[in-house]
């Protein structure tokens, strides 16, 4: 079993840039592929970003984080950051981290392994 731990979130004013993490347990470098996901209240949990935890750190965004969203990873520490800037109030949600051991993927259906999330809360 893999565990994965998300922190930093917080309340933030929009405009701001806030960077959550994700923490693995359980399991040391590897291929898996990491992902970040949202859910605003009352809403379905959508894809943020995600990268391959291999060689090539590949990455993929959703078109809402294109250009105002990082993520990256620290293969020592097992941890993947979603930075973020330029914060919108849309962007409130709880954010989870979310792994697999093949591929980038999008679907929620397509990963195995869930943190609890860390909630985002963005205020104009």
């Known amino acids: 079993q893999v565990q994965l731990a998300e922190s930093g979130g917080g309340l933030v004013q929009a405009g701001d840039s806030l960077r959550v993490w994700c923490a693995a347990s359980?399991?040391?470098?590897?291929?898996?592929?990491v992902a970040w996901f949202r859910q605003a209240p009352a809403k379905e949990r959508e894809f943020v970003a995600a990268?391959?935890?291999?060689?090539?750190?590949?990455?993929r965004y959703a078109g809402s984080a294109k250009g105002r969203f990082t993520i990256s990873r620290d293969n020592v520490k097992d941890t993947v950051y979603l930075q973020m800037d330029s914060l919108k109030p849309e962007d409130t949600a709880v954010y989870y981290c979310?792994?697999?051991?093949?591929?980038?993927?999008?679907?929620?259906?397509?990963?195995?392994?869930w943190g609890q999330g860390t909630r985002v809360t963005v205020s104009s």
């Open positions: 979310a792994a697999r051991l093949k591929t980038i993927a999008t679907g929620i259906y397509d990963y195995t392994y």
């Open positions: 359980g399991r040391a470098f590897s291929s898996y592929a």
């Open positions: 990268i391959e935890w291999g060689s090539s750190g590949r990455t």
